[in-house]
């Protein structure tokens, strides 16, 4: 599975889109993009996922360039329970036991 | 539906004890993964269960080992506990015939300190 390179931590201020960055450049044809957070030490909470085309959820929007090489979530008015770490992650759609979080992006977002 | 749900919440344990955590699911989900999350880490596969009657090693499986009792259940072992063993424990679950194909759902955790 293809690794993926974030941020260590990026600052947003609130009620302003939050875009967070993620590099995947040895992502395969078949690996999809899925993003997760991670609210103050619970579980992992899924987001989005997408292949090739953006994507957009009630939560947020999934930009993945034309390359696919890399990708940006999108929180488009952060508030400060968004507040969290976010973890892009590259995989087979149905092997999930491929999954490697890495140490994601700390996202704080300021009043 | 409960979800993911796991116990112990919280566990202190001597070096050398054993023990075991539970995970249960309600939500009839295929496959089944333990994670650890150290401090300041992201999280790293244990062991995972595609599917009942089956597991495979993940990245860190070394002094762990896991049983897949049944569908709803999947239990993570420490036989013989370390202090390198301390972390935040993590279980998760997904299908594959979920319509977001490879989402996982986990649970709140559990809490291992080994002295």
């Known amino acids: 599975d293809a690794k993926t390179t974030q941020p260590t931590s990026m600052d947003c201020a609130e009620g302003r889109a939050a875009n967070l960055p993620c590099n995947h450049s040895?992502?395969?044809?078949?690996?999809?993009v899925y993003w997760y957070r991670q609210i103050h030490s619970q579980g992992p909470q899924y987001i989005i996922h997408?292949?090739?085309n953006n994507e957009t959820n009630e939560m947020a929007s999934l930009i993945i360039t034309e390359d696919r090489k890399s990708s940006t979530l999108i929180l488009p008015h952060a508030t400060l329970r968004d507040t969290a770490v976010y973890y892009c992650?590259?995989?087979?759609?149905?092997?999930?036991?491929?999954?490697?979080f890495g140490d994601g992006t700390t996202l704080t977002v300021k009043p | 539906n409960a979800g993911v749900t796991q116990t112990p919440k919280f566990q202190v344990l001597k070096t050398g004890q054993s023990m075991t955590l539970q995970c249960a699911q309600d939500?009839?989900?295929?496959?089944m993964y333990w994670y650890r999350q150290d401090p300041g880490m992201g999280l790293r596969l244990i062991y995972y269960?595609?599917?009942?009657?089956?597991?495979d090693k993940g990245e860190v499986p070394n002094g762990y080992n896991v049983s897949r009792l049944n569908k709803r259940e999947f239990s993570l072992r420490l036989e013989s506990a370390a202090p390198s063993q301390t972390s935040v424990y993590f279980c998760?679950?997904?299908?594959?015939?979920?319509?977001?194909?490879?989402?996982?759902?986990f649970g709140p955790g559990t809490r291992l300190t080994v002295l």
């Open positions: 998760a679950s997904s299908d594959v015939m979920r319509f977001r194909l490879g989402e996982q759902f």
């Open positions: 040895t992502i395969s044809g078949n690996e999809y």
């Open positions: 997408g292949l090739k």
């Open positions: 992650i590259v995989r087979v759609r149905t092997n999930a036991g491929k999954s490697t």
């Open positions: 939500m009839n989900h295929n496959s």
């Open positions: 269960s595609a599917s009942e009657g089956t597991t």
